[in-house]
């Protein structure tokens, strides 16, 4: 339903690499830079990546993004309990000139 | 620090109207544009619109338009949104987030949203 395509869920166990896929069209992920953000239960989503790869000030760079046509991922590396929330994509899309969004994706920490 | 912070949930009647404020500090409401965004349960994220950083400026998903309106306060450094005749799949987490346009574009911070409740 959301317009840009997550999996639901990922998991890991700590230590581990995972990466979360996030998948759109032309008119957005392949036209726009992609944004990651995490939210941890009952707080504000933090942004994460911005412009596809790039991260604020404060991220750790087990935090990565990248992007590749219409597709985009991020890689969670050095896996952390305090990691497990959910992460969503977003992109500007032309078409709809308009956020647009992934369903977002819960990761669990085994 | 920047930050955004939400007034508390609400529960509305079907065909009633809620404003939900979004208090910025650290910064000034009216020196970037603020989007809104809402997730109903078991759906993703959904953007609503937007207001320019000088109170202008609106635009407003389709979906909603005619149903919300977004202003700013420059003196309480608050942005409101006020959405119009709810039904209950209205009902969601509202989210104001503040748009980012020099060193990217995204919305680099978000409240920690507002549950809002339509039910008869």
């Known amino acids: 339903q959301s317009v840009l395509t997550q999996p639901p869920s990922a998991s890991g166990t700590p230590g581990q690499r995972v990466t979360i896929s996030c998948s759109g069209s032309?008119?957005?992920?392949?036209?726009?830079?992609v944004n990651w953000y995490q939210r941890l239960p009952g707080t504000a989503p933090k942004l994460l990546v911005y412009t596809n790869n790039q991260r604020p000030s404060g991220v750790p760079d087990r935090f990565s993004g990248s992007k590749s046509g219409t597709s985009a991922s991020l890689a969670i590396s050095g896996l952390q309990s305090d990691d497990e929330a959910d992460y969503f994509c977003a992109a500007w899309d032309d078409s709809l000139t308009g956020w647009v969004f992934g369903g977002g994706t819960k990761l669990t920490v085994l | 620090q920047v930050q955004l912070v939400q007034s508390g949930g609400e529960v509305k009647k079907p065909g009633a109207s809620v404003k939900v404020s979004c208090k910025a500090s650290g910064y000034t409401v009216t020196s970037n544009g603020i989007s809104w965004v809402r997730q109903a349960p078991g759906q993703g994220l959904e953007w609503m619109g937007w207001i320019s950083a000088d109170n202008d400026n609106t635009n407003y998903a389709q979906k909603f338009q005619g149903r919300v309106t977004m202003t700013t306060e420059t003196y309480t450094n608050t942005a409101y949104m006020e959405l119009r005749s709810l039904r209950s799949d209205d009902t969601a987490v509202y989210y104001c987030?503040?748009?980012?346009?020099?060193?990217?574009?995204?919305?680099?911070?978000w409240g920690q949203g507002t549950t809002v409740t339509v039910s008869s």
């Open positions: 032309r008119s957005n992920i392949g036209s726009s830079p």
């Open positions: 987030a503040r748009e980012e346009a020099t060193v990217f574009h995204g919305l680099d911070v």
